[in-house]
């Protein structure tokens, strides 16, 4: 089998198509077993009592927001390189997904200060960081809505998008390089983590499912992108007649 | 654990049902615009898969 011919828009949209079912079933069932255990078995933590429980979402869509914006930055930069149509298409699909979990970890982020440090915001490195993670997927969308040229926006976007992911570990290493009210990371590369097996099960169940959703969304949404952009082309036409 | 702990969370189920809601509408809300989007394109081009 020749793997290349699939870099083509053409050969790669049916693909997808029958791949898609595989990531979104498994991924409803993870989120429900991480809420399970996350809400049922997983004991109440005791500093901070339940509101812990924000953890098993808030941590998930902070770290999809990283991941899905470096996967953006390297889609966009081979399409950018090699002039390569469908990587572009990726990269667009992959900003919308990741531009709503960096949205959702900021809003989780809220729910979860106000009780515990007693503010909604702080311009904390950590939060500051994200913050400007957002706008740069902001940013990356906002370029391809603004032109027509489509292949134009793309490399545009590309430019964005590499020099954005810099941003990408200060977010990471920011609670370590600064003062922050954020605390520390729970889970790490090297060592124990800092919490209970129930917990980390939970959160990382809630995590497996968020990548599951994010590779069915994001296949979905590039299938309607290559749809939309290649309209003209003769596979469409041709198939739609 | 009794249902009224669950909704109370220990007295913060306004912050933990407020993220989860939170989480509802922004996924929740991507699929349903997603499905729109893909049904605009199926109308067109149904008989390629």
């Known amino acids: ?241 | 654990m009794k249902w009224s702990e669950f909704f109370t969370q220990g007295g913060y189920g306004f912050y933990v049902w407020g993220s989860y809601i939170a989480a509802l509408v922004v996924l929740g809300g991507e699929v349903v615009l997603l499905m729109r989007r893909r049904k605009a394109c199926k109308r067109v081009g149904r008989d390629r898969d």
Not at chain 1, 16 to 28: D, R, V, Y
Not at chain 1, 59 to 86: D, E, Q, T
Not at chain 1, 135 to 158: E, K, M, P
């Open chain 1, 1 to 241: 089998m020749n793997l290349y011919k699939y870099a083509a828009p053409a050969a790669f949209y049916p693909l997808a198509g029958k791949l898609i079912p595989w990531f979104a079933i498994p991924a409803a069932i993870l989120f429900a077993v991480g809420l399970y255990i996350g809400f049922f078995i997983a004991p109440t933590d005791f500093q901070q009592g339940d509101a812990y429980r924000i953890m098993f979402i808030h941590v998930p869509a902070a770290w999809m927001g990283m991941f899905l914006y470096v996967l953006m930055a390297f889609y966009a930069g081979i399409g950018w390189a090699f002039n390569a149509r469908l990587s572009s298409m990726m990269a667009s699909s992959l900003a919308i997904t990741g531009a709503l979990f960096t949205l959702l970890s900021l809003v989780t982020g809220a729910f979860w200060g106000k009780p515990t440090w007693g503010t909604w915001w702080v311009w904390d490195a950590r939060m500051t960081s994200t913050l400007i993670l957002l706008f740069l997927y902001v940013g990356f969308i906002s370029l391809q809505a603004a032109t027509d040229d489509q292949r134009r926006a793309d490399r545009a976007g590309a430019v964005l998008a590499l020099v954005g992911v810099i941003n990408v570990p200060i977010i990471y290493f920011s609670v370590q390089w600064w003062n922050t009210l954020h605390q520390g990371a729970t889970i790490r590369i090297l060592g124990k983590p800092s919490i209970a097996p129930p917990m980390l099960a939970a959160m990382l169940i809630m995590l497996a499912a968020c990548w599951l959703y994010s590779i069915a969304i994001v296949l979905i949404r590039l299938r309607c992108i290559i749809f939309e952009r290649e309209q003209s082309a003769a596979w469409i036409t041709e198939g739609a007649a």
